[in-house]
């Protein structure tokens, strides 16, 4: 892999601090870094310099618990960079260009540049504009574009950036980052299915009869009310984080392990589900409740929320595939903030017998379907739900489950953000959003989140701590329920 310069517009912001230059720092001190390669912040402040922002950035990494004594500072001032992009002007940006050009030539490096937008949605437009402009889109190298979620907040929106970034980059180019498919345990989905015959053979409609994916927060706004207040759990987490999982779930297997043939597959699913309305979904706003024992206020109490406000923090959906491999099994997808715990999971919910031999025993409720649990985070792993015969008479069953960890069978995983700037450097789109796909997944949720949609469904209130709104439930087929419940 040979040295490139990373170009962080929003050099010193959130996610900057926070994700971007701690994975940066991983990557370097376990020797995934090509040697030579700079990271350069750009950001507004024409007050910080080179000394400014490497001494933020020892400061950053010390709140991460990565700072060593002598190695930190030496990488710091020997990785680090900043340029002053000031108001976004033509001239800033060509400025921008020849402070780049100046970092090759010190180290007789190649052309090659990451242009990293860590921005609010806002400012992606004239960012890539601006960058067009100064002919930064194009070097003797290679140029790569990586642009943040949320990509658009409606259909209308994302096509009119798709064609923003197609006017000043080919899709070859271009990294839409969603940080879910950059974790080990979404990538082994993948695995999970098509290097294992014995799960694929049962993969389909003959044998599933429902799959849940739920995204479970118990965190609040965390101090993000400007943006989630425009945003909303169906912007912020369904259409992006869900709906990639579920299209790894759901897609038929690809021609090849390669990024387009993956991709296409993805899109496929898209395509072939309905868009939802507003008799499948239903969405929350959680009041006061309690967390882990402690009081935390309800959504309208937060700073910055509107004491009025109707914005979603929780939303469940039921979705169809129309397609051979899935018609007429539903997909269950659920999200919120305030719930009990921190939980990603897929639940793949397999049929029951259709003749029970034991229908004669004193219990024949107690012949539960097999139930597949794939933990994504946290204990990331899986379960796999079977029924034994209890010892003794008379005969009963009893659920015992296979069971997976990665911490119990690998190292610490890496952080998704580390494997992401990896793929990013060696060119591998697989695990990124391409042009259609983005669009595919705005379609689907059109009836309900775009501006004046006629079917935007009713928002019930949940108390924190709980599993969302009882009304929930509706969505679910005669005898199932939400897991974790």
């Given at each position: 892999?040979?040295?490139?310069?990373?170009?962080?517009?929003?050099?010193?912001?959130?996610?900057?601090?926070?994700?971007?230059?701690?994975?940066?720092?991983?990557?370097?001190?376990?020797?995934?870094?090509?040697?030579?390669?700079?990271?350069?912040?750009?950001?507004?402040?024409?007050?910080?310099?080179?000394?400014?922002?490497?001494?933020w950035?020892?400061?950053?990494?010390?709140?991460?618990?990565?700072?060593a004594?002598?190695?930190?500072?030496?990488?710091?001032?020997?990785?680090?960079?900043?340029?002053?992009?000031?108001?976004?002007?033509?001239?800033?940006?060509?400025?921008l260009?020849?402070?780049?050009?100046?970092?090759?030539?010190?180290?007789?490096?190649?052309?090659?540049?990451?242009?990293?937008?860590?921005?609010?949605?806002?400012?992606?437009?004239?960012?890539?504009?601006?960058?067009?402009?100064?002919?930064?889109?194009?070097?003797?190298?290679?140029?790569?574009?990586?642009?943040?979620?949320?990509?658009?907040?409606?259909?209308?929106?994302?096509?009119?950036?798709?064609?923003?970034?197609?006017?000043?980059?080919?899709?070859?180019?271009?990294?839409?980052?969603?940080?879910?498919?950059?974790?080990?345990?979404?990538?082994?989905?993948?695995?999970?299915?098509?290097?294992?015959?014995?799960?694929?053979?049962?993969?389909?409609?003959?044998?599933?009869?429902?799959?849940?994916?739920?995204?479970?927060?118990?965190?609040?706004?965390?101090?993000?009310?400007?943006?989630?207040?425009?945003?909303?759990?169906?912007?912020?987490?369904?259409q992006?984080?869900?709906?990639?999982?579920?299209?790894?779930?759901?897609?038929?297997?690809?021609?090849?392990?390669?990024?387009?043939?993956?991709?296409?597959?993805?899109?496929k699913?898209?395509?072939?589900?309905?868009?939802?309305?507003?008799?499948?979904?239903?969405?929350?706003?959680?009041?006061?409740?309690?967390?882990?024992?402690?009081?935390?206020?309800?959504?309208?109490?937060?700073?910055?929320?509107?004491?009025?406000?109707?914005?979603?923090?929780?939303?469940?959906?039921?979705?169809r595939?129309?397609?051979?491999?899935?018609?007429?099994?539903?997909?269950?997808?659920?999200?919120?903030?305030?719930?009990?715990r921190?939980?990603?999971?897929?639940?793949?919910?397999?049929?029951?017998?259709?003749?029970?031999?034991?229908?004669?025993?004193r219990?024949?409720?107690?012949?539960?379907?097999?139930?597949?649990?794939?933990?994504?985070?946290?204990?990331?792993?899986?379960?796999?739900?079977?029924?034994?015969?209890?010892?003794?008479?008379?005969?009963?069953?009893?659920?015992?489950?296979?069971?997976?960890?990665?911490?119990?069978?690998?190292?610490?995983?890496?952080?998704?953000?580390?494997?992401?700037?990896?793929?990013?450097?060696?060119?591998?789109?697989?695990?990124?959003?391409?042009?259609?796909?983005?669009?595919?997944?705005?379609?689907?949720?059109?009836?309900?989140?775009?501006?004046?949609?006629?079917?935007?469904?009713?928002?019930?209130?949940?108390?924190?701590?709980?599993?969302?709104p009882?009304?929930?439930?509706?969505?679910?087929?005669?005898?199932?329920?939400?897991?974790?419940?």
């Open positions: 892999m040979e040295p490139a310069t990373i170009v962080v517009l929003g050099g010193t912001g959130h996610l900057m601090r926070r994700k971007l230059l701690p994975a940066l720092y991983r990557l370097a001190g376990s020797g995934r870094l090509a040697p030579g390669t700079r990271i350069l912040g750009a950001a507004r402040s024409r007050q910080m310099d080179d000394a400014a922002f490497q001494a950035a020892a400061e950053a990494l010390a709140e991460a618990g990565l700072f004594e002598e190695q930190t500072p030496r990488w710091c001032r020997g990785c680090l960079a900043y340029q002053s992009v000031g108001g976004g002007t033509a001239d800033e940006f060509r400025a260009g020849s402070r780049i050009e100046a970092l090759e030539r010190a180290k007789d490096q190649p052309a090659n540049r990451v242009f990293y937008l860590a921005l609010p949605p806002e400012a992606f437009p004239p960012s890539i504009a601006g960058l067009g402009a100064a002919g930064l889109n194009r070097s003797a190298g290679w140029t790569r574009l990586v642009i943040e979620k949320p990509f658009g907040r409606d259909l209308s929106s994302a096509q009119a950036l798709n064609r923003l970034v197609h006017q000043h980059f080919d899709e070859s180019q271009v990294y839409r980052i969603d940080h879910y498919l950059g974790k080990e345990t979404v990538q082994n989905l993948l695995v999970f299915r098509f290097a294992n015959p014995v799960f694929e053979t049962l993969w389909n409609r003959d044998r599933v009869a429902s799959v849940q994916i739920t995204v479970a927060e118990q965190v609040g706004v965390e101090g993000r009310a400007g943006y989630y207040e425009t945003a909303g759990a169906l912007r912020d987490i369904v992006n984080h869900l709906t990639q999982v579920l299209a790894l779930v759901a897609m038929e297997v690809p021609g090849a392990f390669e990024a387009d043939q993956i991709r296409n597959e993805k899109v699913v898209l395509r072939v589900i309905p868009p939802v309305g507003a008799d499948d979904v239903v969405c929350g706003q959680y009041t006061a409740g309690r967390i882990d024992g402690r009081a935390v206020l309800g959504y309208r109490q937060e700073p910055g929320v509107a004491p009025d406000s109707t914005t979603e923090t929780f939303a469940a959906l039921r979705l595939v129309e397609n051979w491999r899935w018609h007429g099994v539903p997909f269950y997808l659920r999200t919120g903030k305030r719930l009990p921190r939980l990603t999971q897929v639940i793949v919910t397999f049929r029951r017998p259709p003749v029970s031999l034991f229908s004669s025993m219990d024949p409720s107690a012949i539960r379907p097999n139930v597949l649990a794939i933990a994504i985070q946290p204990d990331e792993g899986f379960e796999l739900g079977f029924q034994v015969k209890a010892p003794g008479q008379p005969i009963a069953l009893e659920m015992q489950r296979l069971r997976f960890r990665y911490a119990e069978a690998f190292a610490p995983l890496a952080d998704a953000y580390e494997t992401l700037l990896l793929d990013v450097l060696q060119g591998d789109q697989t695990l990124f959003v391409r042009a259609d796909e983005a669009e595919a997944a705005w379609a689907l949720y059109a009836p309900v989140v775009d501006r004046g949609a006629p079917e935007r469904p009713p928002v019930y209130v949940y108390p924190a701590g709980t599993w969302g009882a009304e929930a439930a509706r969505l679910l087929a005669d005898g199932e329920q939400w897991l974790p419940s």
